[in-house]
């Protein structure tokens, strides 16, 4: 689908107040014990071009079975490293307090 296209279809989609079942958040904060990770959801879909499938199994999106340190590093920091941008040191992803 082309941006423009994408435009129609968001601005259709605000006018008629219909949302999709599962919109996704716009931050997600990831609670765990090395300190919370806040991701910025709609940040990155935008950055990826609106390509849900660099993160999830289906275009639907939706929870990741299993998220787990494991499989959050190798999805998060292996892009950005792969990227070279975005944060790859542990205390720009996690926040204490
Ligand atoms: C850079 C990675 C990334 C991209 C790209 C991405 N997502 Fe997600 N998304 C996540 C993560 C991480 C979660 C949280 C998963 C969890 O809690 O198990 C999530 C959660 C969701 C949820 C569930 C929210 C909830 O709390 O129930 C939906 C729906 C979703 N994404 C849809 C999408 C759609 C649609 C796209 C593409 C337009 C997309 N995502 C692109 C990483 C991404
Ligand atoms: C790009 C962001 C990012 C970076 C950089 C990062 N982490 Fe994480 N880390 C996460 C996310 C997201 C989770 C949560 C996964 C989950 O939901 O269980 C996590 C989970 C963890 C956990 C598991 C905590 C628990 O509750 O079991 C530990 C420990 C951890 N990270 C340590 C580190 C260390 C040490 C570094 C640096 C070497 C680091 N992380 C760098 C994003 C990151
Ligand atoms: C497929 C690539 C990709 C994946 C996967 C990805 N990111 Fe990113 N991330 C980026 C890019 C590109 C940037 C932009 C950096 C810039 O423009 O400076 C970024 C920036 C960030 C930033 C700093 C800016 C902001 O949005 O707050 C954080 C924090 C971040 N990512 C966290 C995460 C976490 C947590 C995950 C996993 C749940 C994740 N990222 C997964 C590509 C990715």
Redesign the pocket.
């Known amino acids: 689908m082309n941006k423009i296209f994408a435009g129609i279809v968001a601005a259709l989609v605000l006018s008629t107040g219909v949302a999709f079942a599962a919109d996704p958040p716009a931050t997600i904060v990831?609670d765990n014990k090395n300190g919370k990770?806040?991701?910025?959801h709609k940040?990155?879909q935008d950055?990826?071009k609106g390509d849900c499938l660099?993160?999830h199994a289906t275009k639907e999106g939706g929870k990741i079975e299993g998220f787990n340190k494991e499989k959050?590093h190798g999805?998060?920091k292996?892009?950005?490293e792969?990227?070279k941008?975005?944060?790859t040191k542990c205390t720009?992803?996690h926040k204490k307090g």
């Open positions: 990831i990770v806040t991701f910025h940040e990155h950055r990826l660099k993160c959050a999805l998060c292996k892009c950005h792969t990227e941008k975005g944060p720009e992803c």
